[in-house]
C-alpha cells in the first residue's frame, strides 16, 4: 500500500499558510482552522469519490467515515 507522503503534504500547507499570514501584512487573522479544513476537504471527498467510482459506501470506507457523515459534507461542499 502506498501512503501519502506526509511531510510533503505538511511542507504544503506550511508554504501556504506561511505565504498568507505574509499576504496579510499584519491584518488580524481569524477562523484559519475552518479555512484551511474546507479549502482541504472538498478536493479530498472528491478525489476519493472519483477513486470509487461514485460509490458513496466505499467512499466512506476509504476516507474511514460512515456514509451519512460523507453524504453530509457532500451537501456541504456542493458535491454531486
Known sequence: ??????NELAACVRRVLGQYFKDLDGEDAGGIHEMVMNCV??????????HAGSNQS???DILGI???TLRKKMLQ???K
Open 41 to 50: 476537504e472538498k478536493p479530498v471527498l472528491e478525489l476519493v469519490l472519483n
Open 66 to 68: 460512515n456514509r451519512n
Open 77 to 79: 461542499h456542493g458535491i
Open 1 to 6: 500500500m502506498h501512503a501519502v507522503d506526509e
Open 58 to 60: 466505499r467512499a466512506a
